[in-house]
């Protein structure tokens, strides 16, 4: 799929990677971008065609789908980290992270794959993690919302093959927005995330690992459960030691 004089709708796009992604579609030279946010007044960014939505709502994403007929690369970004445990977290605060991260996902894609369809097959790209091959304190329950959002992808990308949309799953560690902010760890910039996943977008890709750490992380997943979960504690230890 060729960027230039594509018509795109991202989700999320208001801040982080949601906005550097609208940017460089702009800087592309896509011809129209949606940038959608649940409060579409925080959308600052000039030559673009604001929506409000929030994919947590099947009638908003619903409303989106009419509104935007013509797209082609539908980039699933919108997500949330809610801290909640596994066990004794709150179950509402998880149920909200799957409903946002996994179903709020594949509810876009199931509203906009017949445009897809229609404009030519076109793309999906949904950002996923590191966080789906491991968890942690504090991070259990974004952990299942995107291991869950990841083999979601997978699965609509062999239900899309016959209409020729490619479905792209993109991981990376931690970017350097709002979300990660308290990590004082190296992180991949929002810039270079979006060029990844872009550059893999036009290159047909359906799996982007976009930095060392989601690379590392699968290349572990072949270890034993014990094994994996040392690797991955001296992994984090290392991180945080600079």
Do not use: C
Not at 29 to 44: E, F, L, N, S
Not at 73 to 86: E, P, Q, R, V
Not at 163 to 172: D, K, M, R, S
């Amino acid at each position: 799929m060729d960027i230039n004089n594509s018509v795109a709708l991202v989700t999320g796009a208001n801040r982080g990677l949601g906005r550097a992604f609208v940017q460089r579609l702009l800087d592309r030279g896509a011809r129209k971008v949606y940038a959608t946010a649940r409060r579409p007044a925080t959308v600052d960014l000039p030559g673009v065609e604001v929506l409000p939505l929030d994919i947590a709502d099947p009638a908003s994403v619903r409303a989106a789908a009419e509104a935007a007929p013509d797209v082609a690369l539908l980039i699933n970004n919108a997500g949330i980290s809610t801290g909640a445990g596994l066990v004794t977290g709150s179950l509402d605060r998880l149920r909200q992270e799957l409903e946002t991260n996994m179903f709020g996902h594949l509810e876009m894609i199931r509203q906009f794959a017949p445009a897809l369809a229609r404009n030519g097959g076109g793309a999906i790209v949904n950002v996923l993690s590191a966080m789906s091959w491991f968890g942690g304190k504090g991070a259990n329950a974004y952990h299942l919302s995107k291991a869950a959002a990841w083999a979601m992808t997978n699965g609509v990308r062999l239900e899309l093959a016959e209409q020729g949309t490619l479905v792209t799953a993109v991981h990376l560690g931690l970017a350097d927005t709002d979300m990660a902010a308290a990590w004082p760890v190296a992180k991949i910039a929002p810039w270079d995330l979006a060029d990844a996943a872009l550059d893999g977008v036009e290159a047909g890709s359906a799996e982007i690992l976009a930095d060392q750490w989601s690379r590392d992380v699968k290349a572990r997943l072949p270890l034993t459960p014990e094994e994996f979960n040392a690797a991955m504690d001296r992994a984090l230890a290392a991180l945080m030691a600079g």
